[in-house]
Nanobody, 127 residues
Framework: QIQLTESGGRTVKTGNTLSLSCTAS????????MGWFRRAPGKAREFVAS????????EYADSVKGRFLISLDSAKNMGNLVMYNLTPEDPATYFC????????????????????WGQGTPVTVSS
């Protein structure tokens, strides 16, 4: 079993930067890809960003491309999502997720590929 814990969510002003972290614990000896998803109030959960096991391939949703940066330090079992220039469209609960038993070259974007999920951390953006 793998446990994922997000942290860093809080209220920030429009245009500011916020960094989220995701710590993995448990049976992390196998390599895994990490993804970030978000769910805004009244909306379905959506893909935000992902990174492959080797941390050399990333995928981003069009809505965050160029503004968000995902990273993964497998040795520390920690992933990060740095969100630059936050907008009123970014407030949501952000979830990290881990996908095992996939190609080390793959950064998946489909939430069905991720078997383990954190509880989420809320991000609010104020004007």
């Amino acid at each position: 079993q793998i446990q994922l814990t997000e942290s860093g969510g809080r209220t920030v002003k429009t245009g500011n930067t916020l960094s989220l972290s995701c710590t993995a614990s448990g049976r992390t000896a196998l390599g895994y890809a990490m993804g970030w998803f978000r769910r805004a109030p009244g909306k379905a959960r959506e893909f935000v960003a992902s990174i492959n096991w080797n941390a050399d391939k990333t995928e981003y949703a069009d809505s965050v491309k160029g503004r968000f940066l995902i990273s993964l330090d497998s040795a520390k079992n920690m992933g990060n999502l740095v969100m630059y220039n936050l907008t009123p469209e970014d407030p949501a609960t952000y979830f990290c997720a881990a996908a095992f038993h996939i190609s080390c070259a793959w950064a998946p974007t489909n939430e069905g590929t991720f078997a383990f999920w954190g509880q989420g951390t809320p991000v609010t953006v104020s004007s």
